[in-house]
């Protein structure tokens, strides 16, 4: 429970602070977007105590809720800098929170299947740690945008201007992320095919995060759907295909977070079992 309490104090000082750095915005909702944030809270309750089991419909089901009802506020009270889902809205902050979630939750799965005593280092179960701490660094990058900041230094340092092909480097790299992900996911497999619900979870959250880095990818400039459907018809293409970036962004967190709630459900009733 004690495990639980501190993941829950992490998240309420992210949505705290956030909250608080952009105001602003929130406050046009009249601050309902926590809402969907408190949904979030309620997903990792659920899975971190201990004392009850998991129920894996009742994690996704709270996290799809938390999404269709972000993008709902966003929309309807236009909390947002410059357009729907801008950085550093709801859909943003309901992003950096699921990851963080992930992370918490791979922690506890790492911390029972390497049991107690120091890190075995050659362990197959090492990979729950190491995904921990990917999470992490992913819920930072999503927060303070590190993949944008590397593009803007590559384009810096090689005194380049931006072209149609350079310009989506930022989207390209998280499409990276995810390619690490896959390969770390191989190297250690033996590991993870003891989780059967997990792979098939995780498999679905990598499709919906490869669509997303698609949209992300062909709308970060005008120039590919002016081509694909004329300048008349492509800015209209171009914000569908903005909602669908984000909207399989947060669906490929939920099911990674529904995968690893599963596992960590395995692993409890693994240890009860014995």
Known sequence: MGYARVCLIILGAVIAGTTIQNGEFFARGYFSHLLPMLLVCSAAFTVLRPERPIRLALVFWQLAAAIILSAGLELAFSMYKRMPFDENGVITLLSVCQLLVIAFISFAVWKLRN???????KDK????L???VGFVFLALDEKVLIHEGLDRSFHKLAHMK???WTSRLDDLLVGVYGIIGLVTLWFYSKEMLRF?????LLGAGFA???MSVSADASSSRPDFFNWLVGEQGAPLVREIAEVVEEGCKVLAEAL???GFASALADVRKGIRDK
């Open 162 to 164: 931006e072209t149609g």
């Open 196 to 200: 059967r619900r997990c792979i098939l």
């Open 115 to 121: 049991g107690p005593g120091p890190i075995r280092w």
């Open 130 to 132: 190491i995904m921990g």
């Open 125 to 128: 179960s090492l990979i729950w």
């Open 256 to 258: 990674f977070l529904t």
């Open 208 to 210: 919906a995060l490869f």
